[in-house]
């Protein structure tokens, strides 16, 4: 089983919807984060948080949501799609202590028409 | 501000050659973690290797190693005897409580 789990790995939907992309990790690692990336611009934070109870603002969060519901799970929302949204999302964790690296899910591919 | 450039958008190698892949970094953290990352066509990030900023040696993994220039602030990843199943995008990236990833290089590796 995947250390780190995304749901869904595919999605299609149109603008204006709820979405939400789900994230769990059996790592036991503190750190969680969200990123999407878009051809030519590498990958950019979106969301992260230490523990339960602390939520960050990356670079890109406008029109963006989380929720950490448990150390294992953090999720993604769209409140309301918009097509420019349309990317691979990444779910990763990381340790809390030292600099390692992170370990990524396999991505979902999210697109809006 | 933290920053990684990766200035090469695609190579080309030849299998069963060596092959560097450029990564210049910018941070103002006294101590900062480098790191390099593949993503096959299949989309998945693969963590290849690390390098700490007070490393004394430059870290080696296999047939990857980094070039590590701490005066330059450059980290730059050598892969050598290149395979066909090295073809992908490579990421470095500059990792601290939050990491930033360079735009990539596509690596082609040719028969």
């Known amino acids: 089983d995947a250390d780190v789990t995304q749901t869904p790995r595919n999605r299609i939907t149109k603008t204006g919807k709820r979405i939400m992309l789900e994230c769990s990790q059996t790592k036991g690692h503190d750190r969680m984060y969200w990123y999407r990336q878009d051809p030519g611009l590498g990958l950019r934070l979106i969301y992260y948080?230490?523990?339960?109870?602390?939520?960050n603002k990356g670079e890109i969060s406008d029109g963006y949501s989380v929720s950490r519901q448990a150390q294992a799970k953090f999720s993604l929302s769209l409140e309301s799609a918009i097509p420019n949204q349309t990317a691979l999302y990444f779910c990763?964790?990381?340790?809390?202590?030292?600099?390692?690296?992170?370990?990524f899910g396999d991505g979902t591919r999210l697109s809006i028409l | 501000a933290q920053k990684i450039t990766q200035t090469q958008p695609g190579m080309f190698v030849q299998e069963k050659e060596a092959v560097t892949l450029d990564c210049t970094y910018d941070t103002s953290d006294p101590s900062y973690g480098l790191f390099w990352y593949k993503q096959p066509s299949s989309g998945e990030m693969i963590f290849l290797i690390y390098q700490g900023s007070y490393d004394q040696q430059n870290a080696t993994e296999g047939r990857y190693s980094l070039n590590f220039q701490k005066a330059r602030k450059s980290a730059n990843l050598v892969i050598s005897a290149s395979q066909l199943g090295d073809s992908a995008m490579y990421f470095c990236a500059n990792g601290g409580f939050k990491t930033i990833f360079g735009a990539g290089t596509r690596l082609f590796v040719k028969a």
């Open positions: 990763a964790t990381g340790p809390s202590t030292g600099i390692q690296p992170q370990h």
């Open positions: 948080s230490f523990d339960v109870k602390d939520i």
